[in-house]
């Protein structure tokens, strides 16, 4: 496996600001980039477990509760619990229990509004947000918990408040070699355990990781369809803004950023319809012709899993 550092790009030393048309012109890069010096840390350096205890007194959360700090998704080796009184939550990641808030909106089909569901945590932040903003999240995990590689289909910011977090990003260009299933893929805790990966997942050589730790204050740039899995290196608090740049008419309704835009679903479709029809020969046509349709052997077998 090849490894490169995610560019980082000083907003003050290159006198940049960040407004719609700078984004723009990350999102035609197409690459992940990290910003510096995004003057964001303000009133955030108070943060401590106290101060947020206070800060979130009245909040109630949605969480995912677990026992092993490599949190799997596809295995669902964590359970989630609502309602957990912050204070409690808070405390328990403190002291390393593996407890992991993404935040929610207020109610369950609502889209999480940082701004607006933590108005006590926002005013001490000056997070920009882009024109086309999908959702903002509130992300919270104790040292060493490490989240499942995964996609989103949505373009984002991640922005680090309080500890570091090593990040591992591939190419989406890199998926075949990602043993994926769905969005997610079966390579768990790349950051913690590679050598184990590799041992497993030998496709992996083949691929290029994108890596870097964030500092406070260090906004990550993950253009959507880029593979991502974090590892907190401390207390880790850190507010993910997912956002548009394809046309509005492409995106359904989504509540986590991850849906596949419409073209692709009614691709699908039609690709579901292209193999029932085939399916009407002899296996050796069969093969002939998918080969000849260019239709991939793994096409096929999601469509023997599909109902
Ligand atoms: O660092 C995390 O907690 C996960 C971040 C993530 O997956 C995202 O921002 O899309
Ligand atoms: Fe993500």
Redesign the pocket.
């Known amino acids: 496996m090849k490894s490169v550092r995610i560019r980082r790009i000083n907003l003050q030393q290159k006198e940049i600001n960040i407004n719609d048309e700078f984004i723009s012109s990350l999102v035609e890069e197409g690459q992940p980039v990290i910003l510096e010096n995004t003057e964001n840390l303000d009133m955030t350096e108070n943060w401590t477990v106290e101060k947020l205890c206070e800060k979130m007194k009245d909040c109630n959360l949605s969480i995912h509760k677990g026992g092993n700090l490599t949190l799997d998704f596809r295995t669902k080796n964590f359970e989630y619990a609502n309602k957990y009184p912050a204070a409690d939550f808070l405390c328990e990641v403190a002291s390393g229990k593996v407890r992991y808030l993404?935040s929610t909106g207020a109610r369950r089909k609502d889209l999480p509004d940082f701004e607006k569901d933590y108005p006590t945590l926002s005013s001490d932040l000056n997070l920009f947000k882009p024109e086309r903003t999908h959702s903002q999240?509130l992300?919270i995990?104790p040292k060493d918990l490490e989240?499942w590689l995964?996609y989103?289909t949505l373009d984002?910011f991640?922005t680090q408040t309080v500890g570091e977090?090593e990040v591992l990003l591939f190419n989406p260009k890199d998926a075949a070699n990602l043993y994926l299933d769905g969005d997610k893929s079966e390579c768990i805790g790349l950051i913690s355990n590679l050598k184990e990966n590799l041992e497993r997942f030998p496709k992996l050589f083949q691929t290029t990781a994108f890596r870097e730790v964030l500092k406070p204050g260090d906004v990550l740039f993950?253009p959507a369809l880029w593979f991502?899995c974090?590892k907190a290196n401390n207390f880790s608090v850190?507010i993910?803004t997912f956002f548009k740049s394809l046309p509005d008419k492409m995106y359904g309704k989504d509540l986590y950023?991850n849906r596949d835009p419409l073209p692709v679903e009614d691709a699908a479709k039609h690709l579901q319809k292209a193999i029932i029809a085939l399916k009407q020969l002899p296996p050796t046509y069969q093969h002939f012709y998918f080969h000849k349709l260019g239709i991939s052997a793994a096409c096929l077998s999601d469509n023997n899993n599909s109902k």
């Open positions: 993404r999240i992300r995990s989240i995964h989103d984002n991640l977090k993950i991502h974090t850190s993910n950023g």
